[in-house]
């Protein structure tokens, strides 16, 4: 893994310096309009993240931290292999692709995805979505972490002019996170996401935060609170809570709720898993109560090589 050090070294750089390249890079459609009726914001969703509704991102680890909160990643000493597949029936739209975590091999934690894009209908829109994460642990009660992200994702809707039109972005923007531990257990996060402005709905500036409790590896549960920065002409609230329990040691159940004000959308969520020294396997759903009524569906595989 002391290969990764000169590939985290440059896709940070590049992250840090992307203000001047998101500017310069041409949106390929124009920003979503204030009433946020589509797109979704398109993000890496794990299987356990997805099934925690708004509540995982606190107790996240492994895969899971690298997709909602870098500075989990030195939380649990692991070595994943995840390949994932998502599917929402509505747009018949599929998101795809692979990552690995690795806390193991050195002390500055790192993460590694890779996922693509393939949508129609509300979603009509190919990409990918790329990120490389990396955390530092200060002891057991404090670390940080920031995700270097690049993300292309262009519109397929055209008007009578040929023009492509609707949601786009080609940026590089970031993540950074705190996690503080005051107890055994208990989590504190502080996070933003898409620090560097993309202009565009399918990666908004998010800021806020998350907190959870979980005793031992028998249950865990969080919630989470925050703001949309750029999606409407107002800032809007996203939140929620989730939790899990495991059975047996080997079946993790889990069950979430997110609320998301600015499109006024209210989402339950539910997962279950397989779980061995060995591998891991997850199915997870959400399901909107109200609105467009989406469902998202989440398979993934996950393969410990520690």
Same mark, same amino acid.
């Given at each position: 893994m002391g290969s990764w050090f000169p590939v985290g070294g440059a896709l940070l750089a590049l992250a840090l310096a992307a203000p001047a390249a998101a500017q310069e890079l041409p949106l390929p459609g124009a920003v979503v309009?204030? +009433?946020?009726?589509?797109?979704?914001?398109?993000?890496?969703?794990?299987?356990?993240? %997805?099934? *925690?509704?708004?509540?995982?991102?606190?107790?996240?680890?492994?895969?899971?931290?690298?997709?909602?909160?870098?500075?989990?990643? !030195? /939380?649990?000493? =692991?070595?994943?292999?995840?390949?994932?597949? $998502?599917?929402? !029936?509505?747009?018949?739209?599929?998101?795809?692709?692979?990552?690995?975590?690795?806390?193991?091999?050195?002390? %500055? +934690?790192?993460?590694?995805?890779?996922?693509? =894009?393939?949508?129609?209908?509300?979603?009509?829109?190919?990409?990918?979505?790329?990120?490389?994460? %990396?955390? *530092?642990? @200060?002891?057991?009660?404090l670390a940080v972490g920031v995700s270097g992200r690049y993300v292309r994702i262009d519109s397929r809707d055209e008007n009578e002019n040929g023009d492509r039109v609707g949601p786009g972005v080609r940026a590089f923007t970031m993540d950074a996170a705190v996690r503080v531990s005051p107890t055994p257990g208990l989590n504190l =996060? @502080?996070?933003?996401?898409?620090? #560097? !402005?993309?202009? +565009?709905?399918?990666?908004? *500036?998010? /800021?806020?935060?998350?907190? $959870?409790?979980?005793?031992?590896?028998?249950?865990?549960i969080g919630a989470e609170f @925050?703001?949309?920065?750029?999606? @409407?002409?107002?800032?809007? #609230? =996203?939140?929620?809570?989730?939790?899990?329990? /495991?059975?047996?040691?080997?079946? !993790? /159940?889990r069950v979430g709720y997110r609320r998301d004000n600015g499109r006024g959308v209210n989402q339950i969520t539910a997962a279950v898993g397989y779980v061995d020294q060995r591998v891991g396997l997850?199915?997870?759903?959400?399901?909107?109560?109200?609105g467009p009524k989406e469902t998202h569906l989440v398979l993934a595989f996950r393969y410990h090589v520690q």
């Open positions: 309009p204030d +009433s946020g009726d589509r797109p979704r914001e398109s993000t890496y969703e794990t299987a356990r993240g %997805l099934g *925690m509704g708004a509540g995982g991102r606190a107790s996240a680890a492994g895969t899971s931290a690298l997709a909602y909160n870098p500075a989990n990643l !030195p /939380l649990v000493p =692991v070595y994943h292999i995840e390949t994932y597949a $998502s599917f929402i !029936p509505n747009d018949r739209a599929w998101l795809y692709g692979g990552a690995v975590a690795d806390s193991i091999t050195n002390r %500055l +934690s790192m993460g590694l995805s890779m996922h693509g =894009v393939h949508g129609r209908e509300d979603r009509n829109y190919r990409g990918f979505d790329s990120r490389l994460a %990396l955390a *530092m642990p @200060f002891g057991q009660a =996060v @502080f996070l933003g996401h898409n620090l #560097i !402005p993309t202009d +565009s709905s399918l990666a908004p *500036m998010l /800021l806020g935060g998350a907190a $959870s409790y979980s005793y031992q590896t028998l249950f865990s @925050f703001v949309d920065m750029t999606t @409407f002409a107002k800032p809007q #609230i =996203v939140a929620g809570v989730g939790g899990e329990i /495991l059975i047996a040691n080997q079946v !993790p /159940l997850d199915i997870a759903i959400r399901q909107d109560v109200d």
